[in-house]
């Protein structure tokens, strides 16, 4: 079980930029959510991914956009980037298991994303 | 809002000795408390989580606590080693959604 995987691990964009990072989550997990942890810093939640459908959502603006695919597989959009979307973006998968249920999520090694 | 407080934000503890970190939440609907251990340019790794039904739960040398009541949560590793040095982060959860702690990071002495 290769866990969760992340793509790219570092990328290094210019401000204004718009970029898209990947996540494929764990054998067996069908929900996925993304974090944005800046340096020192405990990860904070952007949104979360269910059956393709965005089902919760951070205090992120609208320029934090994704996507999840028919293989549970996750994309995070970031438009016009700013120097302060500066972070390790982090993709985390879980089980849905009902409402209410909270399930452990695992989470991939992160992309590094540095704006310049 | 939802918000979780954690302390200390650095702590040292020489070799054997026992590590203890502290956690409150905000949300009174949390039901789901993971701890996450990260190493440098890795992503978290879930060490121990407790549900709002329990009170304590154990795992070798990593115990947590939770007082619903009082809305306070906690880690305790005994017989610390070298290898648990690191951040260590709490968590309160609903609905799968995580609200993490600043971290706290550990050091262990030789």
């Known amino acids: 079980d290769a866990g969760v995987t992340q793509s790219p691990t570092h990328l290094i964009k210019t401000r204004g930029q718009q970029v898209t990072l990947r996540c494929s989550p764990k054998s067996g997990h069908d929900t996925v959510s993304w974090y944005q942890q800046a340096l020192g810093q405990g990860p904070q939640f952007i949104f979360q991914?269910?059956?393709?459908?965005?089902?919760q959502r951070g205090n992120f603006p609208d320029r934090f956009s994704g996507h999840q695919f028919p293989n549970y597989s996750s994309e995070l959009n970031v438009n016009a980037l700013l120097l302060g979307d500066s972070a390790l973006y982090l993709c985390?998968?879980?089980?849905?298991?009902?409402?209410?249920?909270?399930?452990?999520?695992?989470f991939g090694q992160g992309t590094r994303l540095t704006v310049v | 809002g939802e918000n979780v407080e954690q302390h200390p934000s650095t702590l040292s503890v020489q070799e054997g000795d026992s590590a203890v970190i502290k956690c409150t939440y905000s949300?009174?609907?949390?039901?789901?408390f993971p701890w996450y251990k990260q190493e440098l340019g890795k992503g978290p790794q879930l060490i121990i989580d407790?549900?709002?039904?329990?009170g304590e739960k154990k795992d070798q040398r990593i115990a947590v606590t939770l007082n619903k009541t009082a809305k306070h949560f906690s880690l305790h590793i005994t017989e610390t080693q070298p290898e648990d040095s690191a951040v260590y982060f709490c968590a309160a959860s609903r609905d799968d959604k995580i609200i993490f702690g600043k971290g706290t990071r550990l050091h262990i002495l030789p």
């Open positions: 991914y269910y059956e393709e459908e965005e089902r």
């Open positions: 949300d009174s609907a949390s039901n789901y």
């Open positions: 985390a998968s879980s089980q849905n298991r009902g409402t209410g249920l909270n399930t452990e999520a695992f």
């Open positions: 407790i549900r709002s039904n329990v």
